[in-house]
């Protein structure tokens, strides 16, 4: 990333955008400790801002709240959207950002003479199912759940490595 960037020329890379956890063609998981942090320090050296896209991959999905918590990375914008509504609803996606990236869009809303929205923004039943999931989530002590089993699942998928047809198995298990 550092070398596309310096290829590219900073000022034209407005971001980088990822999932924590890739999971579209298969789920990749970066190296456990090294990939994510460096990310990270690449994308404030070249003032690029990092996204972390937490569509899939959020809401304890890996065993934390979302995907950048297995390596304690701070994004600077956050998205999410399925996990939220626990896909019992259509999903209600969401963004969120540091809060110096927030005035620029907050000014210009409050200026704004018309207002702006679309006709299935903030639905109440999709909203009331977020924040009923957040709830359960919380209560039930689903991140240390899925620690839990996902511990589990990589415990019991390891031994197939010696299999000549498996290459390597990786998970994200906090």
């Not at 977020?130 to 031994?159: C, F, S, W, Y």
């Amino acid at each position: 990333m550092d070398a596309l960037i310096r290829r590219e020329g900073a000022d034209t890379v407005a971001m980088v955008i990822g999932e924590p956890v890739q999971a579209a063609g298969g789920i990749v998981v970066p190296p456990p400790t090294s990939y994510r942090p460096r990310l990270r320090e690449i994308c404030r050296a070249h003032d690029v801002l990092l996204v972390a896209d937490e569509v899939i991959c959020g809401f304890e999905r890996t065993g934390r709240w979302f995907g950048v918590d297995n390596w304690a990375v701070v994004p600077d914008m956050l998205t999410i959207g399925k996990g939220l509504t626990s896909g019992y609803m259509p999903p209600v996606g969401r963004r969120g950002e540091r809060r110096d990236l927030r005035r620029p869009h907050d000014a210009a809303r409050r200026s704004s003479r018309s207002g702006r929205g679309f006709t299935y923004n903030a639905h109440p039943g999709c909203c009331a199912a977020a924040l009923q999931t957040i709830e359960i989530l919380d209560k039930e002590n689903l991140v240390e759940h899925a620690q839990r089993m996902g511990r589990r699942l990589l415990d019991r998928l390891r031994p197939l490595e010696s299999s000549p047809i498996v290459g390597e198995v990786r998970g994200s298990a906090s």
